[in-house]
């Protein structure tokens, strides 16, 4: 049940993504609340041009921010928005990636774009570790 929506999910980042000015798109991290997002991101995200994704979740915290800076960040869910609030100037909601499987689980995916950092993304992520499911 965990996978419904995958596949749906990178294409609406890869929107969002494809959508930035280049030189923005070049330094942008995709950023996913759960591990499961972030597997979605890393499994499907290849065939639409979207780097890696990173997540604060679980074993995912352990990979690391993978050298991205920050700069501009694609946020998929919001279980971490409030935190990515407080260490970025502007997050924006710019879209929600809708799986009618997936809501009986978790519901819809908020992605936001979070720009203008207060500091770098290494100095963030021990706030963004979680565990749990």
Request: aromatic share 12%; hydrophobic share 40%.
């Amino acid at each position: 049940a965990e996978m419904f929506g995958w596949e749906r999910l990178a294409r609406t980042v890869a929107d969002v993504y494809h959508a930035l000015p280049p030189a923005q798109r070049a330094r942008a991290t995709v950023y996913a609340d759960t591990y499961a997002d972030a597997g979605a991101i890393d499994l499907f995200g290849p065939r639409y041009g979207l780097p890696n994704a990173i997540s604060g979740q679980n074993s995912y915290y352990l990979w690391g921010t993978h050298g991205n800076d920050g700069t501009t960040l694609i946020a998929i869910g919001a279980t971490r928005i409030a935190i990515l609030q407080r260490y970025y100037g502007s997050c924006t909601l710019v879209t929600t990636s809708n799986e009618p499987l997936k809501w009986v689980v978790e519901g819809p995916d908020p992605i936001y774009l979070c720009t203008h950092p207060r500091a770098s993304l290494d100095a963030i992520w021990p706030d963004l570790r979680w565990y749990g499911a």
